[in-house]
């Protein structure tokens, strides 16, 4: 089974940092993509953004890529979401999702939460003022 499992949520003051963990199995190779989501109340799912594993090619959307920075650590196959600068807006579920293909790329405007065929259950991040 593929499967995805983020950590790393909490509660961090605005205008800090924090880093979410996103651990894959189940995966029989690399060639896959995964990206970011998250869910803040009121909205609906919106892209961050996403990397193909295989080679580290990585794209950002939305309104946080210019505060987000995707890497990940193929030794201990585990993937990452830096955060900076946050600020009570960010405030949500943060997911990690994974596709073998994606109708687009680059992306463009937005990722597609359908095209993403396995999710992680969701880290919960909490900023305050």
């Known amino acids: 089974q593929e499967q995805l499992v983020e950590s790393g949520g909490g509660s961090v003051q605005a205008g800090g940092s924090l880093i979410l963990s996103c651990a894959p199995s189940g995966f029989t190779s690399n060639r896959y993509y995964v990206a970011w989501f998250r869910q803040i109340a009121g909205k609906q799912r919106e892209g961050v953004g996403v990397?193909?594993?295989?080679?580290?090619?990585?794209y950002y959307v939305g309104s946080m890529k210019d505060r987000v920075t995707i890497s990940q650590d193929n030794t201990k196959n585990i993937l990452f979401l830096q955060m900076n600068n946050l600020t009570v807006d960010d405030t949500g579920v943060y997911f990690c999702a994974a596709t073998r293909a994606v109708g687009r790329w680059p992306p463009g405007t937005g990722l597609i939460p359908a095209e993403f065929k396995s999710w992680g259950r969701g880290t919960q991040v909490t900023v305050s003022a």
């Open positions: 990397i193909y594993r295989d080679h580290g090619s990585r």
